[in-house]
């Protein structure tokens, strides 16, 4: 049953892309860089834009969205047996995601960066862009734990030239064990969280995007959760989930590996495409076999 649904997100220093003469968030990678690069220099902000790089499933989430931007797919849509990643347009997202780095936009220690790190970087602010989860929002306006109070804006995953947005698609559910001997006692549970009562009081509270589409009316929702107003209008639309696999797992485990190598300089984008679409190529006909 879902519980709150998430997509990747780009978050900004609203006031310091208004005094820089920026009037929005940049659209394209290009345009982040650019302002990111002239942001640092101007105010001497130290990282102009944080994300989760690590070897893990974040990373994998962060990873695709770079190549979905430039054109590029992992699997086939039409046929999910079938590898499409080594192509010009994924390794142009991967690419895209080293020079982040190399153009002294992210921090090399970025490839170890997960949600705890980029968040507490950007609530510090010490960073001008940070990609992360809608309940980033509910961090940043809690005067306790950040000093960007009120100075941040929310807007779509950037893109290459001429491509779509996309975020990846995340989100969080109940399941029932079929083995359990209480799941009347879960099913009311479940049935209690996912309430509509219940699913407002946890979007005010933490910005978590419900899953029931009429809280996309609710006024107060509207006005008080910006990234709720922003999923209505532009997320909804725009995520993609992880490649759809039966054996995904396996094929999570390299992608994060080649992501994290491709980010960090280990290996060129070339390279993680070219070793990636040997490696998911194994793992899909191992599926095929074991299925």
Same mark, same amino acid.
């Given at each position: 049953?879902?519980?709150?649904?998430?997509?990747?997100?780009?978050?900004?220093?609203?006031?310091?892309?208004?005094? %820089?003469?920026?009037?929005?968030?940049?659209?394209?990678?290009?345009?982040?860089?650019?302002? $990111?690069?002239?942001?640092?220099?101007?105010?001497? !902000?130290?990282?102009?834009?944080?994300?989760?790089?690590?070897?893990?499933?974040?990373?994998?989430?962060?990873?695709?969205?770079?190549?979905?931007?430039?054109?590029?797919?992992?699997? &086939?849509?039409?046929?999910?047996?079938?590898? !499409?990643?080594?192509?010009?347009?994924?390794? %142009?997202?991967? $690419?895209?995601?080293?020079?982040?780095?190399?153009?002294?936009?992210?921090?090399?220690?970025?490839?170890?960066?997960?949600? &705890?790190?980029? &968040?507490?970087?950007?609530?510090?602010?010490?960073?001008?862009?940070?990609?992360?989860?809608?309940?980033?929002?509910?961090?940043?306006?809690?005067?306790?734990?950040?000093?960007?109070?009120?100075?941040?804006?929310?807007?779509?995953?950037?893109?290459?030239?001429?491509? =779509?947005?996309?975020?990846?698609?995340?989100?969080?559910?109940?399941? !029932?064990?079929?083995?359990?001997?209480?799941?009347?006692? %879960?099913?009311?549970?479940? /049935?209690?969280?996912? &309430? @509509?009562?219940?699913?407002?009081?946890?979007?005010?509270?933490?910005?978590?995007?419900?899953? /029931?589409?009429?809280?996309?009316?609710?006024?107060?929702?509207?006005?008080?959760? @910006?990234?709720?107003?922003? $999923?209505?209008?532009?997320?909804?639309?725009?995520?993609?989930?992880?490649?759809?696999?039966?054996?995904?797992?396996?094929?999570?485990?390299?992608? $994060?590996? =080649?992501?994290?190598?491709?980010?960090?300089?280990?290996?060129?984008?070339?390279?993680?495409?070219?070793?990636?679409?040997?490696?998911?190529?194994?793992?899909?006909?191992?599926?095929?076999?074991?299925?």
């Amino acid at each position: 049953m879902p519980w709150y649904t998430d997509g990747g997100l780009l978050y900004y220093r609203e006031d310091l892309l208004e005094k %820089a003469g920026y009037s929005g968030p940049p659209k394209t990678w290009d345009e982040l860089i650019e302002q $990111a690069q002239k942001i640092q220099k101007d105010e001497g !902000i130290e990282y102009g834009f944080v994300f989760q790089g690590s070897e893990y499933e974040g990373g994998v989430c962060n990873g695709c969205e770079y190549i979905w931007t430039h054109g590029g797919d992992i699997l &086939d849509p039409n046929d999910p047996s079938k590898v !499409i990643i080594d192509s010009p347009e994924a390794t %142009a997202g991967l $690419a895209t995601w080293r020079s982040l780095i190399e153009n002294g936009v992210s921090p090399q220690a970025v490839e170890q960066y997960t949600e &705890d790190q980029s &968040d507490g970087t950007f609530s510090r602010g010490d960073a001008v862009f940070e990609r992360c989860w809608p309940y980033v929002y509910a961090v940043v306006q809690d005067p306790k734990a950040s000093k960007v109070v009120d100075k941040v804006g929310i807007a779509p995953i950037p893109v290459g030239e001429g491509d =779509q947005s996309y975020s990846t698609l995340g989100g969080w559910n109940f399941f !029932i064990n079929a083995t359990s001997d209480k799941q009347e006692e %879960a099913w009311e549970f479940i /049935r209690w969280m996912t &309430d @509509p009562e219940q699913m407002t009081t946890y979007a005010l509270e933490s910005s978590r995007n419900p899953t /029931r589409l009429g809280l996309y009316e609710d006024q107060e929702i509207l006005e008080k959760v @910006p990234v709720t107003r922003l $999923a209505k209008e532009v997320i909804i639309d725009n995520t993609r989930p992880r490649p759809l696999s039966p054996v995904y797992s396996d094929m999570s485990l390299e992608l $994060a590996k =080649q992501f994290n190598a491709a980010l960090g300089g280990d290996v060129s984008p070339e390279q993680a495409v070219s070793k990636l679409q040997s490696d998911l190529g194994r793992i899909a006909e191992e599926g095929q076999k074991i299925g």
